[in-house]
C-alpha cells in the first residue's frame, strides 16, 4: 500500500479504480473550493471524480486514494499519474504552507515511484511535476487548472522536493 503517513487519511470507497496506476507524473490542480468541499465531494458516489492527495490552505494534507491505484483525476493520464488538489481558485497563488505540503508529497511520491522524476514536466506524454491545464482535452479539458500563479510556483515545489531529498 502506497499511503503517506503525514496525510490524513479519508480514502473513499467510491470514484477510482483499484491498481492499475504506474506513476510518473504528479499532477497539480486547484479545487475551486475547499478541502471540507472537496473531501465531501469526493466521497460522493455521484461526483465520479477523485485525487490522491488534497492540500489546504494551512498545508493540511489528505489522502484519498492509494498511490498504486488510479484516482480519476485527469482522464488518459489516471493511469500513470498521482493527482493533489489544492485548496483555492484558479488565479490565487499557493500559500506557502501549501508550496511545503506538495514538496513533502512530491519527494515522497518520488521516492515511492522512482519514475516521477524531479523535473518539471512540459508535455503530456512527460513525466515529473505537472499541471492538469497541461494535458488539454486529454485530461478532461481544465486549461485553466491550477491557474498561471500556480503553474508559475512550480519550480518552488521542485526545489523543495529536492532538498527534501538530499539532490
Not at 475551486?32 to 471524480?49: I, K, R
Not at 491505484?69 to 488538489?85: F, I, P, R, T
Request: aromatic share 8%; proline share 4%; with cysteine.
Amino acid at each position: 500500500m502506497a499511503r503517506y503517513w503525514r496525510a490524513k487519511q479519508r480514502h473513499i470507497s467510491v470514484n477510482y479504480t483499484a491498481d492499475g496506476n504506474v506513476p510518473k507524473l504528479y499532477i497539480v490542480h486547484i479545487m475551486e473550493g475547499t478541502l471540507a468541499g472537496t473531501d465531501s465531494w469526493f466521497h460522493n458516489p455521484q461526483s465520479m471524480v477523485s485525487a490522491h492527495f488534497g492540500v489546504s490552505k494551512d498545508g493540511t494534507i489528505y489522502q484519498w486514494v492509494d498511490t498504486d491505484d488510479m484516482a480519476w483525476h485527469a482522464m488518459d493520464a489516471n493511469d500513470h499519474s498521482v493527482g493533489v488538489e489544492n485548496e483555492g481558485h484558479s488565479g490565487e497563488h499557493l500559500t506557502a504552507e501549501q508550496l511545503t505540503a506538495n514538496s513533502q508529497i512530491l519527494a515522497w511520491v518520488h521516492r515511492r515511484h522512482p519514475a516521477v522524476n524531479l523535473w518539471l514536466n512540459v508535455k503530456p506524454s512527460g513525466s515529473g511535476l505537472s499541471y492538469h491545464g497541461l494535458g488539454g482535452l486529454a485530461w478532461g479539458g481544465h486549461t485553466q487548472c491550477p491557474g498561471d500563479p500556480i503553474v508559475k510556483q512550480l519550480p518552488q515545489i521542485l526545489s523543495g522536493a529536492k532538498e527534501i531529498n538530499g539532490h
